[in-house]
């Protein structure tokens, strides 16, 4: 829907096929730094997010071995100026209720839900997109097909089957609770982000401050595709138990009312951006681990590039909208590499133990929050 809107923002029209039947609930909570936020708001989502986003004062980076806080890390007016764009944490749904608002308002952008792209062909004057939309198969005639449809996209499937996601060998549990259930301190307007041996945790506030978003990562060998598997209490606890991990953090786990579990995948590095008048974007084409919280900020960039490098396109010709996809490809290859790299990187250090989790905790208190923040410019003061 971002690219949606980026897209008819230059004056095109969009046609955006969503298989599912209506837009739900799905997943949990979403850290948007200022480098996705800055193009929502110029998209004109400001005031649909801003009253349900929450801007966090801070990140508290808490380490097991320490038994508690190492840095506190200032977000909030401070980060917003430094970067020209809020930090916000929000409920994915009230992301996709923002986005659906956008959508339907506009006139040039027609959401067809329950509308499951099939296939595309290449003809004279165009592209011919298949769907399924109920019992019914249906084609559309386009300029060009963006497969934003996830790291199972069928339309990457279409046009590099031999690319398939791997599991990481981890796995994300999910889950919210009342902020009302805790005490302040463990509710308060902060980015939690709790590193152990082997499993870490992040914790903020949703849904205007009334809840907190949980995610505990953990190895394992379950790996079904899908975000909504349900999970058991005594399962996470079991990776974070009471001999290594303090009480407010299994405090926190223990407060989650009901837990979904979510096997990560990635997608290899390098995998082709377009091919023709077909391009990919979001986790279709740089599905990544979850560590530099910027899957979905890399999905809203992509929008933002695609629609700048389609909208200075000459002519409307096959050969032209080829050449700005494959433009639009090269322009978002190595930063996306770079934050790919930079996930990976971040799951070992938050996971390391004995005398490397002490080394790493001596080497972030010996950088200071100032040289902390300075680290993330790179990816927070990014412009399309
Ligand atoms: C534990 C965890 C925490 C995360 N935290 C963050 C975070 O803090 N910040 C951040 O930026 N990112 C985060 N991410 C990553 C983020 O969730 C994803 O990168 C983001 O959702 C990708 O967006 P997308 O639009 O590319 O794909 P998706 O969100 O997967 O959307 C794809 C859409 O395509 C539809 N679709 C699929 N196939 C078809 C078809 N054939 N026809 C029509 N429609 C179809 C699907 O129904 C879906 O609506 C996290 C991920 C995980 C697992």
Redesign the pocket.
């Known amino acids: 829907m971002t690219a949606a809107l980026a897209l008819a923002a230059k004056g095109f029209r969009v046609v955006v ?4 039947e209506r837009l739900e609930d799905v ?7 200022p480098n ?1 936020s800055r193009i929502l708001v110029e998209l004109g989502l400001k005031d649909r997010l801003g009253s349900r986003a929450v801007t966090p004062e801070a990140v508290s980076i808490m380490s097991t071995r320490a038994g508690g806080e190492l840095m506190r890390l200032p977000l909030g007016a401070a980060a917003t100026e430094r970067a020209g764009a809020p930090y916000w ?1 929000v409920h ?1 749904a009230d992301l996709q209720a923002a986005l659906a608002a956008a959508v339907a308002d506009h006139p040039d952008v027609d959401l067809r839900l329950g ?4 296939d595309v062909a290449a003809h004279a004057k165009g592209l011919s997109v298949v ?1 399924r939309s109920g019992t019914l198969r249906r084609s559309e005639v386009a300029s060009a097909l963006i497969g ?8 990457r499937q279409h046009l590099f089957p031999d690319v398939q996601p791997r599991f990481s060998g981890l796995i ?1 549990w ?1 889950g919210t609770f009342e902020a009302t259930q805790l005490p302040k301190e463990y509710t308060s307007r902060r980015v939690q982000l709790w590193m152990g041996p082997n499993a870490h945790l992040v914790a903020y506030p949703i849904a205007s401050g009334r809840q907190i978003n949980v ?1 505990a ?1 953990v190895p394992g060998t379950w790996n079904r595709p899908g975000w909504s598997t349900p999970g058991d209490l005594s399962e996470v606890m079991d990776a974070f138990p009471a001999a290594r991990w303090p009480g407010p953090a299994r405090m926190m786990l223990t407060a989650v009312d009901s837990w979904r579990k ?1 096997a ?1 995948f990635t997608l290899p590095d390098g995998v082709g951006w377009s091919k023709g008048a077909i391009a990919l ?4 084409v740089h ?2 681990l ?1 560590f530099a ?8 960039e992509d929008a933002a590039v695609l629609a700048e490098h389609l909208s200075g396109n000459a002519t409307e010709s096959a050969a032209s909208i080829a050449a700005a996809l494959a433009r639009y490809g090269r322009a978002r290859e190595a930063r996306v590499r770079r934050v790919q790299r930079t996930a990976r990187q971040q799951g070992r250090i938050y996971h390391l133990a004995g005398p490397f989790a002490l080394a790493r905790d001596l080497a972030i208190r010996a950088l200071g929050p100032e040289r902390m923040l300075a680290r993330q410019d790179w990816i927070y003061r990014w412009r399309a």
């Open positions: 096929l969503e298989k599912a997943g949990a909570g979403l850290q948007l730094s996705a944490v994915r509308g499951t792209f099939e769907y934003a449809d996830g790291v199972w996209s069928t339309v994300a999910r995610v990562v979510w990560l974007a979001g986790d279709a599905a990544m979850p919280a910027q899957g979905a900020g890399m999905a809203i």
